[in-house]
Structures are given as C-alpha cells and as structure tokens.
C-alpha cells in the first residue's frame, strides 16, 4: 500500500465477496492515484502486474462500472512506453468481439497514463491456478479456444499479441474466457520500431522460437505456440520448459521440444489431446496451425470429446508422405546391396546356414530385408542370386542359364554330402 492514506472510503457499490482485494489506490509516480481520472471515480485496486495497477472505477456521466488501468512508476514516465501504450489503447479499441476485453477511452491526466476497459467482475487464469491448481482438462481446452477464437478475430485486423499468459486470460461469471493486454500487441507489418524482427517481446515462459531469432519476424504462429503452453499449463499445473533463469528458459524454447501434455499430467490425457497440443507447441512454426480458427474446431471437439478434424487430416497426411518417403528409400538401399525389386536371394552366413529372401517393392524396408542388408553389408555372408526380376526389370540380354546352374550345383551338393554320410554311418 506504499503508505497510501486512508481517504477514499468505502468500496465501489457491488464490490461484493471473493478474492480480498487492496481497498484504496496505491501511489503511482510516486503519487497516490486521483480520485478521478477523466470521467472515471477511481475505487479500490483490482490488480497489478509489473507495469500497471487496474481499478474499479465508474463512468460518473454513463454511470456504467469499469475498470482502469494506471500505468506504474518507472514506466509510464518515458516516451517509448507511452507512445506503446498508445498504441494498446488504438489496437485495443478496434477490437470487438465477445473474447477480448473491451476498451473504451484513454488519456492522461496531471501525468498519469491511463485506460478505460470493461469490468470483468472475474479473476485472471493465474488467480485460478494459484487458487485452485490445475483445470479440469474439458474445461481448460474451452478456455483455450475461446482465446483462440480472440486471436482469430485479431489476426484479421493485422494484430498479434504476442503476451499470451495465464494473467491476461480473464474469466467472468458466465464462464467467458477473455483475452486482455494488449501492452506488446502490434500491427502485422508495422514498419520501423515496431517491428519484432530480433527482439524479445513477451514473457520469456511462453516465447515462440522464432519472436527471440534475429533472422525471423513473428507472426500469429507465435501466439498460437504461447497459447499451447499456457494449455498445458492450466491442466498440468507446470509451465514447460521452464528453466532457472530468463536466458536458460529461452534457450530452452530454442533448443528443445516441448514435452507431451499426457507425460505432465496428472488426469487421463488422451492420444488427440496430444496431438493438438503438440502441433500448437512445434518448434518450427511452419508444423504449428496456420490459423487460430482452425486451432478453435480442434480445441471444441477435444471439449466434447470428438476427434479433432483439422490435426486428424494433418497426421494422415503425414503418415501418407511417410510412407512414401519409405518406400523410396527402400527402392534405394535395395538397389544399393545388389538387391532389385521382387527378386530373389540366396543368403550364406558363415556357418552354411542358408536363408532365402524376397524383396518386393512394397516391403523393400521390411525388418527381414533390413537384417539382410546389414549382414551383407558387414561381410559375414555372401548372396547369391537365384532368381530373377520380371522381365521388364532385367537387363537385356540377361541369361538364366548361370543361375540355373548354380542351383543344380547347391541341389547336388547338399544330395552328395547326405550320401557320404549314409555311407560313413553304415561304414
């Protein structure tokens, strides 16, 4: 409280139970906060974060409950952040939609900065976790797409966040998730200082890869990364890849993959969880969603427990090019060992055990045709073709009377050894 005298009275009218909040405002500048800023009456601090306190307040000409945002000592005194916040309240106003918090108005008043927002009347996702722990997986995959749902409606503006946390995810009454601060938001695009192009922007926690890379500019991928580990967070409780210092953590975020949300959860996380999770949180943000919305339909049947249709289609899809990807190596290291696409083989280890093997063009990666290819290659056995390619494969002019031969000597030779040793064990 810094000392704030008692001189502001009692509660805003409807205050009403919850979360014990500081009654008066707190100094800022170093100076207790006006009873009024612009047309608001300023009543008891709602929160703070490491830049700005927000208080309820009420319009006095609309009589309409509200709440304002004051930025704190430190900040608010240099011309980079108040052209910053600025900004926030522009962006911010353009903004119109169920799952972002509305601004109405901002200025300054006897040098304080401050923002007209709507009044949630809920706490933050952090409040929740530090409360209550963990979320319910259904519910926190609810919460998540209707954030994501708010950065669809952004993106279409040209805006990126870029602070996706548990603290700028408000919850109301009703159970509507909505995305607050836009303190580090920008326009796609935006020329000159407000480019993210080499700097960190965000909360080291939750920084996409590429939002710390000199080489890349972030765009909505990057929140939608933020927003997977922010997920995994409301349901497991941890944050991941959450190392001990702010450098480490962002290294981490550089260097490593993400762990599976079912390895950090306690609640049964199922195979699609998994899935959708890890295309969120992919280092390469060419492998995450490349819209918010099509992140929305897959969080909305994890919620109801259906399969999931975008990440589905995208795991098929890769299966399909993995398979193909297969069989064309297999084309190539069976072309590589003397070995041709349904042929077949005769395999001689050193201790005259024979083994005959058949590689087709569907199964040229088979274990089978994989051990072969290895104990040929380390020169413990010797192959000996026996059979042929069909004729389209084959070389012309290719003759079956070698092959054939070779047969009838190993044929003869196994008959010959059986008849020595009839007669030895006669003898």
């Known amino acids: ?31 207790p906060v006006p009873e009024r800023l612009g047309p608001y009456q300023i009543h008891e601090e709602l929160g703070r974060g490491a830049q700005a306190r927000v208080y ?37 106003a353009m903004m119109n939609h169920p799952n972002i918090v509305g601004v109405y108005d901002s200025g300054e008043d006897d040098g304080f900065l401050w923002m007209g927002m709507e009044l949630i009347g809920g706490p933050s996702c ?3 976790l530090d409360r209550d722990g963990p979320i319910e997986p259904a519910r926190a995959f609810d919460i998540a797409r209707q954030v994501a749902l708010a950065l669809d409606h952004a993106a279409g503006h040209n805006v990126l ?3 996706i946390k548990p603290e700028n995810i408000l919850l109301a009454p009703d159970g509507t998730a909505k995305l607050a601060d836009l303190g580090l938001a920008k326009r796609d695009g935006d020329p000159g200082k407000a480019s993210t ?68 959860a306690t609640a049964t996380i199922s195979r699609d969880a998994d899935l959708v999770v890890g295309i969120m949180t992919r280092r390469k943000r060419d492998g995450r969603y490349p819209k918010p919305k ?15 249709p975008h990440a589905t289609a995208k795991l098929t899809e890769a299966r399909t090019r993995r398979r193909a990807r297969n069989v064309e190596l297999g084309r190539e290291s069976s072309a590589g060992l003397e070995s041709t696409v349904l042929m077949k083989a005769v ?53 079956l009377a070698p092959i054939a031969a070779i047969g009838l000597l190993i044929v003869a030779t196994a008959i010959g050894g059986a008849a020595l040793a009839w007669l030895l064990v006669g003898g």
């Open 1 to 31: 409280m810094d000392g704030a005298p008692d001189v502001w009275g009692t509660p805003a009218p409807g205050a009403g139970s919850g979360p014990r909040r500081q009654r008066f405002p707190t100094k800022v500048y170093g100076r």
């Open 56 to 92: 309820r307040a009420t319009h006095l000409t609309l009589q309409r409950p509200g709440a304002v945002k004051v930025i704190t000592a430190g900040f608010g005194t240099t011309p980079r952040f108040v052209e910053r916040f600025h900004r926030e309240a522009h962006l911010a």
């Open 126 to 128: 952090r409040d929740v």
């Open 161 to 163: 966040h870029r602070d």
């Open 197 to 264: 192009k080499g700097k960190a922007v965000g909360t080291a926690s939750y920084v996409a890869p590429e939002a710390v890379s000199s080489k890349k500019t972030a765009d909505i991928r990057a929140d939608i990364y933020s927003l997977g580990l922010v997920l995994i967070e409301l349901i497991t409780g941890a944050v991941p890849l959450q190392k001990t210092s702010v450098a480490e953590t962002i290294i981490a975020h550089v260097h490593e993959d993400c762990p599976k949300l079912s390895t950090l």
């Open 294 to 308: 099509l992140l929305a339909d897959d969080l909305e049947a994890l919620r109801d427990a259906t399969a999931p």
């Open 347 to 399: 395999v001689m280890d050193t201790a005259g055990e024979i083994e005959i093997v058949e590689v087709s063009d569907d199964d040229a990666d088979s274990p089978q045709a994989r051990n072969a290819s290895k104990r040929v290659a380390r020169g413990r056995t010797q192959r000996i073709r026996v059979g042929a390619p069909p004729q389209s494969a084959r070389a012309p002019g290719t003759s």
